[in-house]
């Protein structure tokens, strides 16, 4: 379903030099499969979440998603791809706070061209146990809740591929492993393949397919080398 | 949720910004109605009182505007005065012969001997006599003609109608020739009743008063005329009054001494008149047809005795030397209000993208395009600017209806909520309404510019 191939991205530093961020040679993501990418701060995780969704392009290197090359479209045609085939939930959620936690939902379904109906915001908030919740303002609601409004919302226009950026950095301990199995549940009911990013083994490991940073990408894996030495 | 739900979401959930920046437009707005809706009603006042049912004032030579503003608007000092027997021009043989037998007296034989009654003919002629005071109100001496013929309104159809009372008359058993009748202002200010008496002064308000005081008989009802503010007497009283009697002169134009005498009278009710020959009028109003108009005032003119002038030519020349510029200025001050909003517009929206950076981010992350939010910051300009117009349109005309008392009292027009409305409306209020949008276009721009990745 998506398939990387010699993925690169470099940024340049302050001095003018580039640093090579991303040097992915191979990531394939199933149809419905749930792939947690696990590695350190600075390896590039949330990048690679960007370019997959389009955010940021990359230097070099293939995108495929469901056969489609992304790589080569125009930014507004990534916004579109994004808007109708992808989710994205944040580290801190990024609710916006004028919108009531229906209307966060239903802002998902907003920009995607496809027909959703109306009522899929009120379902969803429904399997998130948000259906008391759903006109409350983000200030009104706990963390958790607000994490909960944010799967929702990446799932509001039933896309083929959810993006997780440390889904429950800011959440507390209690809440982690609630969410966690939310977005695994909901997205195996609804067919959708995950890659997450998260730097906690603990997540980690509630995953069946967990990738090492190090291992895919080589840029990460020469910096870390360097260091080393 | 559409572009235009989620514009208005943001607009409400920022309420104190977006009230304020709304209200500048909505002062901006309202200032430049007020601005067109004075200017309409100053156009409205010159279109009542120079549409005063007559077309031509003849007049002493001397300025046209003098003799405009003194006859009109009662204004201004009084101009010198004509002789009666010229006004007798205007009148055909038979009328002249008529006038001859109710007045008496000694009737030099004009020069051109009616000359002027065919350019009249289906009009009329009617004489004032001015230079007394009643209170601080223009005493006026007229014949009973001057409401029975004059109409006035915008379309100069209306008869002057009495509050109470009825017209003066020529001559009354009840009064003599010392009957009056009053402006509604008139009445009011001087708290004047039927029956009322009231003393002219001469020669200016607080002078000396005449002994002989006029008996008010009809009160009018508000013209929004400057009639409402005149006290109109009977001119065969007028010219009985000490001081009216015009004296002998030379050719140089000196007086023979003891030739201004009265004629004597044993009581109010003796029915002598002052003779012709004694007789000056200031001014005679005119109404006859377009081109007749125009043939006698070129005739008029060109005769040593007095000047023929056009009311509404004075008056609109006036209207468009003075308060047209004044208008247009005014107009261009409280544009640059409007501007000041639409910067403020701008300002407003511009300086709420830095902290919205995050909350278009996330849009964006969610499929928005560049578009999307463009449009979403150009829809809240949209909306601050037309909602802000509105409500100062609204407010803008909604001054005119509230201060109805005042407006009505002092100029005798009403305003309606939408009775002043000037073709300038119709681009003005757009275009502030358009900087407005436009000023939307810079944050929107901001918006559209704002990095995904670095705002996340």
Known sequence: MLEIRNLKKSYAEP??????????????????????????????????????????????????????????????????????????????????????????????????????????????????????????????????????????????????????????????????????????????????????????????????????????????????????? | MNLFTIAVRNLTYRKLPTALTMLS???????????????????????????????????????????????????????????????MEYMADDGRQKEYERIGGVLKEPERSGLYSFLIKGGFAIPLCMGDYIGTFRCIGTTPDYFNLLKHGNDNDLDYKFAKGRNFVDYSDEHGYFEAVVGSQVAAEMKLNLGSEIFASHGAAGGAQHDQGFVVVGILEPTGTPNDRGAFVNIEGFYLLEGHVAPNRDEAGREEKGSATAP???????????????????????????????????????SKFAQAVSPIGVISGLLNFFVKPIKWALLAITSL??????????????????????????????????????????????????????????????????????????????????????????FIVPGLVLIGILAGIIPALAAYRTSVAKSL
């Open chain 1, 15 to 229: 001095g003018g030099n580039k640093l090579l961020i991303l040097d992915i040679p191979q990531l394939d993501i199933a149809q419905a499969e749930q792939v947690v990418l696990r590695g350190e701060s600075g390896g590039g995780k949330t990048t690679l979440l960007h370019i997959i969704s389009g955010i940021v392009s990359a230097d070099s290197g293939s995108i495929r998603l469901d056969g489609t090359e992304l790589t080569q479209f125009s930014e507004s045609r990534r916004d579109r791809i994004r808007a109708d085939k992808m989710g994205y939930v944040f580290q801190t959620f990024n609710l916006l706070p004028a919108f009531t936690a229906l209307e966060n939902v239903r802002l998902g379904m907003t920009f995607a061209r496809k027909k959703i109906n109306a009522e899929r915001g009120k379902e969803l908030l429904n399997k998130v146990g948000l259906s008391d919740r759903m006109h409350y303002l983000p200030s009104q609601l706990s963390v958790g809740q607000q994490q909960r409004v944010a799967v929702a919302r990446a799932l509001a226009n039933k896309p083929r591929l959810l993006l997780a950026d440390e889904p429950t950095a800011n959440v507390d301990p209690a809440n982690q492993k609630r969410i966690i199995d939310l977005i695994k549940d909901v997205c195996r009911e609804e067919s959708v393949a995950i890659l997450m990013v998260t730097h906690s083994d603990e997540i980690a490991n509630q995953f069946g397919r967990v990738e090492r940073l190090e291992h895919i990408n080589r840029a990460f894996a020469d910096r870390i080398a360097t260091s080393e030495q």
């Open chain 2, 25 to 87: 437009m909505a002062l901006g707005v309202a200032l430049v109605v007020l601005v067109l809706t004075i200017s309409g009603v100053i156009q409205k006042t010159f279109d009542r009182t120079s549409n005063v049912g007559y077309n031509l004032i003849v007049g002493a030579k001397g300025s046209d505007i003098q003799l405009t503003f003194n006859t009109v608007f009662f204004l201004s000092q009084p101009v010198e005065n004509i002789q009666y027997s010229y006004y």
């Open chain 2, 264 to 302: 004597e009278r044993d009581t109010k009710w003796s029915k002598v008149r002052l003779p012709i020959e004694r007789r000056e009028v200031t001014a005679i109003l005119i109404k006859t047809d377009g081109m007749k108009g125009i043939g006698l005032q070129r005739q008029v003119n060109k």
């Open chain 2, 337 to 426: 209000v409007c501007i000041v909003s639409a910067i403020s517009i701008l300002v407003g929206i511009y300086n709420s993208m830095s902290e919205r950076k995050r909350d278009i981010a996330v849009m964006r992350a969610l499929g928005a395009s560049r578009d999307h939010i463009t449009a979403i910051i150009l829809v809240e300009s949209v909306l601050i600017a037309v909602v802000g117009g509105f409500i100062g349109w609204i407010a803008g005309h909604a001054v005119g209806p509230l201060s109805n008392a005042w407006t009505e009292r002092a100029t005798g027009v009403r305003i309606d909520f939408l009775s002043i409305n000037s073709i300038e409306e119709l």
